[in-house]
């Protein structure tokens, strides 16, 4: 383990760094010379320490480390279609066609992200139990792979949730233009995707379930509420939507909402995909 | 009705940490502070007569929440049209999620009118003579066309944002886009809601530039927009 090179990487990711350990560098004098006394296990206390100092809290997340929380998400979604795809789940010829075109997509995905982070990709055999998800969820989606209805409503729940996922990461990615873009080219195809799924609820007779976002949690299930979370926001930025003009008075509460789609930080989305098996 | 933004509630001289704890931002707001310090409080900034028709300004992210603006204007334009005068044989489901289309527009068009304030671009007229609209089909295909170039359009401009509050922003926009993509492509062509036309080998959209975005944009504009920092002229 070489101490200075794993500064430059943290260099690389925040140019300031140094300046915020100590604008002397006096922290990094000293941890150089402590550290060449203490076993490279003692290292990660030391660096926590270090981070602490530098950001009040803990490191800033790293592009790596962003694009290895995608990858498990589309470990999940690929699983997911996979699974769903090869089940004996009656979806009529459309359905199969929906679910085949996203499934392919979804396995794509994988395979780009595996490609960019090359031997820092997390193995998918690390997530579930050896790789196998419970997609269930614990028991909340017993008929996941028996029901179509609820298959979709799985579906649904975490193409939204995905889309939001990314969106929140878009700010972690800003110093990495090509990583940001390629970001926001996979956020946008789930929010396709998220759109087909939620046409085929709808013409399956959730009938209030449109392709967009309708205040908070619209998809009639209580189990998935917290996905759908802030979703009824009206306050972007400085300005609040409602107080626009629209058609016939201000912007309504529902088009408000349903303009604008929320993200969600990786705090947030861990809880509702580890019932799955993320880990 | 002039509607003080953001940026100018700085320019008007709150102090900056009351302004950043007005914006609630953090870091974010350093963003904001940067473009507005070096910008002269100059209302008709972006739109340089110097060079013909309207410009988005200087590089920076007035110009890219300019260029928003101008793709916002002329989509909820378009969905007003379409409702106002709806195509032949429109279903009852058409006619309320085009409706609801229409209505997202217009608060996106509002936001960047509302948060631009006096560094908005004008107003543009467009011109829809290419489009029949009592025919479903030329609706559909104009919409799938705007809405396509939306998505290509900020997913393609989110790396030149500044601001994280404003990508953020972009980023709740474009996924929202990309809903109205996938139903209008479904409306044209069931499944085609990300087919290979759009998406690379990678199951990714593809991005479009500036330039390519306004060429395309231009054709529905009798007011050329210009982005000549961008390397772009109608």
Same mark, same amino acid.
């Given at each position: ?54 950001? !009040? ?46 499934? !392919? ?171 799955? !098996?993320?880990? | 009705?002039?509607? /003080? ?7 008007? @001289? *709150? ?7 007005? &914006? ?9 502070? &940067? ?17 013909? @028709?309207?410009?988005? @300004? &200087? ?29 032949? @044989?429109?279903?009852?489901? /058409? ?25 908005? *671009? ?24 705007? /809405? ?33 993509? &996938? ?52």
């Amino acid at each position: 383990m070489n101490l200075y090179s794993i500064i430059e990487e943290i260099e690389k990711v925040d140019p300031e760094f140094q300046d915020r350990v100590n604008p002397r560098r006096a922290a990094i004098k000293n941890i150089t010379s402590f550290g060449s006394k203490v076993a490279v296990a003692a290292m990660p206390f030391v660096f926590s320490t270090l981070f602490k100092k530098a950001y !009040g809290q803990t490191a800033p997340v790293s592009v790596a480390d962003v694009l290895n929380y995608a990858l498990k998400l589309e470990y999940l979604e690929a699983a997911f279609y996979n699974q769903g795809a090869t089940s004996s789940l009656g979806f009529s010829s459309s359905e199969r066609s929906y679910v085949n075109t996203i499934r !392919g997509h979804e396995n794509a995905h994988v395979t780009f992200l595996r490609n960019t982070l090359g031997s820092a990709a997390v193995a998918q055999s690390t997530q579930g139990t050896a790789g196998v998800y419970d997609f269930t969820a614990g028991g909340t989606f017993p008929t996941v792979f028996t029901s179509v209805d609820t298959f979709f409503a799985v579906a649904q729940a975490l193409e939204d949730t995905g889309v939001r996922a990314y969106k929140g990461q878009a700010p972690n990615l800003m110093k990495d233009a090509v990583a940001l873009t390629a970001a926001l080219n996979i956020h946008s195809v789930e929010a396709r995707h998220a759109a087909a799924v939620r046409q085929i609820r709808r013409t399956r007779g959730a009938s209030g379930t449109k392709p967009w976002i309708t205040g908070a949690n619209d998809t009639g299930i209580s189990a998935v509420n917290a996905n759908y979370a802030g979703e009824d926001n009206v306050m972007q930025g400085p300005v609040t939507i409602t107080s626009l003009a629209g058609v016939g008075g201000n912007i309504s509460t529902n088009a408000a909402t349903a303009s604008f789609d929320e993200p969600l930080t990786m705090a947030q989305v861990l809880p509702l995909v580890t019932p799955f !098996g993320v880990k | 009705m002039e509607t /003080e933004s953001l940026l100018e509630k700085q320019d008007a @001289g *709150i102090g900056r940490r009351s302004f950043l704890r007005y &914006a609630g931002a953090g870091l974010a707001g350093v963003g904001i502070l &940067a473009v507005g310090a070096c910008t002269k409080d100059d209302p008709n900034e972006g739109i340089n007569t110097n060079r013909g @028709g309207i410009d988005l @300004g &200087a590089k920076g992210d007035f110009a890219i929440l300019n260029y928003a603006y101008a793709l916002e204007q002329l989509e909820a334009a378009f969905y007003t049209q379409v409702v106002a005068t709806m195509y032949t @044989g429109a279903t009852s489901d /058409e006619i309320a999620l085009l409706t609801d289309i229409r209505d997202h527009e217009l608060a996106h068009r509002e936001f960047f009118k509302a948060a631009l304030g006096s560094k908005a *671009i004008q107003a543009l007229t467009p011109d829809f003579g290419a489009v029949n609209f009592s025919n479903r089909a030329s609706v559909l295909a104009t919409a799938q066309a705007f /809405e396509d170039l939306g998505v290509s359009a900020y997913n393609g401009a989110g790396f030149q944002i500044q601001d994280a509050t404003y990508l953020t922003i972009a980023g709740k926009i474009v996924s929202v886009e990309a809903r109205h993509a &996938a139903y209008i492509r479904n409306l044209v062509n069931p499944g085609s809601f990300a087919d290979s036309t759009i998406l690379d080998g990678f199951g990714m959209d593809k991005v479009n530039t500036i330039p390519g975005v306004l060429a395309t944009a231009n054709t529905f504009l009798k007011t050329k927009v210009n982005a000549y920092d961008y390397g772009y002229t109608a």
